[in-house]
């Protein structure tokens, strides 16, 4: 898992340059990278240094209340 804190607004630049120098270097051999459809997610620079870099991306579905875990009532 991977987490990044921003003190700025999030653009396309902003998440490639995290992908390249902080997400890439640190994930082991074959990973898969789950994201959500944010519009800068799917620029083509960014899927390539992915997949350049021997890993796949899985886009979560557009609404997926599944995945999260406060969907479900506590018990």
Request: with cysteine.
């Amino acid at each position: 898992m991977a987490v990044g804190l921003f003190f700025c607004s999030i653009n396309s630049d902003v998440f490639y340059a995290w992908v390249t120098q902080r997400l890439l270097p640190t994930r082991p051999p074959h990973c898969v990278i789950v994201m959500d459809n944010a519009s800068f997610h799917k620029r083509l620079d960014i899927q390539q240094a992915i997949s350049k870099a021997g890993h796949w991306i899985e886009y979560l579905p557009p609404y997926s209340p599944a995945l999260n875990p406060h969907f479900y009532p506590q018990r």
